[in-house]
């Protein structure tokens, strides 16, 4: 999984710290909160309504979800913002009801689903959608029929970030040639954030609160995932000590600097930067394979994009 250039690089404990032994303060800075979206609000508002929580200046969330819908809402703080770049493109997966408009027996729907609505499927992005009105295709994983009561099913589905459940149902309704329309959704993920590590806008509430007047910590260190944490789906490497001052004032990642590289890196791919405490120093372009970052001696091996790391958390080692 791992190519390693620099057996026995050390790290310097003088400098620098864990994800895990940040502060309240340090975390509330630069991490990401699995909400469970409740419905009614848009995902704006409850992005709003962790940003006043937390009293930050910024919070973003990554992968709208409508104001009907419920579940995962991965929503970053402050620093952590930064990371949307690679947090906004993930997968994910519901759990819904849809009622068809004329009664279907279940396996011709299976049938039907199996056969047109798995896989790559063209869509056409719903009247009130934020993106262009023009055919795009979108991978189903998987379209599952749960259970079905009368004209009502149950259904999962996991699929590419982007597709449009209500859309889905729809068109298959047209296929069935008896309409459908969804009543009910919930996303139980987005990534690898998962509804059951998902937490209500009252208990991330009451954590920041017993954390401020309680100076109880452990509730809300369980609420609030380090951004290194966050993105364990993009590819990693590695750097020295001795690199990162000048990849936190905007230099790139050269290959002398390099300990670890994840195998399987491509070019122009989203490469995440880490310290050899796991601290995320910044996300970059690859500019080469893992093998030729690995085999090469000399070059630029990932241009930096975003700095999450401190330009004075690691001293200077170059004039």
């Known amino acids: 999984m791992w190519y390693v250039k620099v057996e026995d690089e050390e790290t310097d404990p003088r400098y620098g710290k864990p994800p895990e032994e940040r502060t309240i303060e340090e975390l509330i800075k630069s991490s990401v909160v699995n909400v469970d979206k409740p419905k009614g609000p848009t995902s704006h508002q409850v992005t709003a309504w962790v940003k006043d929580i937390f009293k930050v200046k910024k919070a973003g969330h990554a992968g709208t979800l409508d104001p009907k819908v419920t579940g995962v809402l991965p929503v970053a703080l ?3 913002t930064k990371a949307m770049m690679v947090l906004m493109g993930l997968d994910k997966e519901y759990v819904g009801v849809m009622h068809l408009h004329k009664d279907v027996d279940i396996e011709t729907l299976r049938k039907v689903i199996a056969e047109k609505f798995v896989g ?12 262009a009105r023009r055919p795009r295709v979108r991978t189903v994983y998987f379209f599952d029929v749960l259970e079905k009561e009368g004209k009502d099913v149950l259904f999962r589905v996991g699929c590419e970030a982007g ?20 009543t ?6 987005a990534g690898h954030f ?12 009451d954590a920041y609160e017993f954390w401020k007047e309680e100076g109880e910590e ?5 609420i609030l995932i380090p951004v290194e944490y966050a993105i364990l789906h993009v590819k990693r490497v590695f750097v020295k000590d001795a690199a990162i001052s000048a990849i936190a004032h905007g230099a790139p990642v050269y290959v002398p600097g390099l300990v670890r590289i994840q195998k399987g890196i491509q070019k122009g791919e989203k490469v995440a930067i880490y310290s050899l405490k796991n601290e995320l120093v910044a996300i970059g372009i690859a500019n080469m394979t893992s093998e030729e970052m690995f085999e090469k001696k000399h070059g630029i091996a990932v241009r930096v994009d975003r700095v ?12």
């Open 78 to 80: 402050e620093n952590a």
């Open 194 to 205: 998962k509804e059951q590590y998902s937490h209500s806008l009252v208990e991330i509430r």
């Open 163 to 182: 597709t449009y459940i209500r859309k889905l149902v729809h068109d298959l309704g047209v296929v069935l040639g008896v309409g459908a329309h969804m």
């Open 308 to 319: 999450f790391i401190g330009k004075d958390v690691y001293p200077k080692s170059w004039k």
């Open 120 to 131: 790559k499927i063209k869509q056409i992005p719903p009247v009130k959608s934020a993106v």
């Open 218 to 222: 452990k509730y809300l260190r369980k």
């Open 184 to 189: 009910e959704l919930r996303r139980v993920r």
